[in-house]
């Protein structure tokens, strides 16, 4: 089904870049918008874990350095038969974690240090075992897509607007240029919102079926339940920098809204909801 989705995704995307790059530009416009879809799809496919890790700084860890860690994900590997991802830290006191890759056998698993002082070795494996749902649910690539193709969109919806105002639309003898600079901002603005919204949909209900997945996994839903807990308690105290572009990838929102219309735009379902799926309350 995961599958399914990256490929609806790319192409929906696609589509709407083309249709981007046909506004502003006409069949010139499309040409550009397809060649870079492409680039894109080709990028996310092959390089979007990668960019992401280093985005954060994330470094490789050994064995020796994430014990705790190390011995959690072979045992919850060996379980469920996924190939052992590589485990990377990132050097931030802000508590998280995330995973990312193409394909369970080129899967990796991110964990800041903040994350492992704050948890017990119970809620620790709870954490990693919601990764590992990821990838043995295989939306990590959908994610992964979604976070790049948003950003793709973004950056050519602001190219289409700044072509527009200094006239470098039209094409095919339609009439663009009265309303150019008007379309154009609508452009900026609906665009990113088209993307995040696709986005958000995506990334919330894999979030429910990540936990689902690792509680399944561990036997222990309470676990993770508490460390989602603590983890959006601590998160808020010490806030970690994220693009919104990729925050969708982590456990627990990096970046925090405050509820309200704010909650409609938030990459994960409401903290309460989560913990109450797990336990059958709000919290624990």
């Known amino acids: 089904m995961n599958t399914f989705k990256s490929t609806l995704l790319l192409v929906v995307l696609t589509l709407f870049l083309i249709l981007i790059g046909d506004h502003f530009g006409g069949r010139n416009g499309m040409m550009l918008a397809f060649v870079i879809s492409v680039a894109f ?31 959690a994900v072979e045992r919850l590997t060996a379980k469920q038969g996924l190939p052992m991802p590589k485990i ?31 948890l017990d070795d119970e809620e620790l494996e709870g954490v990693l075992a919601h990764e590992l749902g990821h990838v043995r649910n295989r939306d990590i690539l959908t994610s992964s897509i979604a976070a790049t193709l948003a950003g793709a969109i973004t950056m050519v919806a602001r190219m289409g607007y700044w072509a527009s105002l200094f006239g470098g639309g ?5 009439e663009r240029r ?29 979030e429910y079926e990540a936990d689902a997945t690792g509680a399944a996994a561990t036997g222990n839903p309470y676990a993770l339940a508490r ?40 990459t994960h379902p409401p903290m309460k909801e989560r913990i109450r799926r797990l336990i059958g309350r709000d919290h624990v």
């Open 41 to 71: 799809n080709f990028g996310t496919y092959f390089f979007s874990d990668k960019l992401a890790l280093r985005m954060y700084n994330a470094q490789p860890a050994t064995r020796e350095q994430l014990p705790r860690a190390y011995a």
């Open 88 to 118: 990377y830290v990132l050097p931030t006191e802000s508590p998280n974690a995330f995973a990312t890759g193409r394909n369970p056998q080129h899967a990796s698993v991110a964990v800041t240090q903040g994350i492992l002082q704050l």
């Open 170 to 174: 039209g094409g095919g003898g339609r």
């Open 178 to 206: 009265g309303g150019g600079g008007l379309s154009g901002l609508l452009m900026i603005i609906v665009a990113p919102i088209a993307a995040s919204l696709i986005q958000l949909a995506i990334s919330r209900s894999r």
């Open 227 to 266: 460390a989602l807990q603590k983890l959006e308690e601590y998160s808020k105290r010490i806030p970690m920098q994220a693009s919104p572009s990729n925050a969708h990838l982590f456990i627990v929102a990096p970046l925090l809204g405050s509820g309200g219309i704010g909650s409609l735009f938030s």
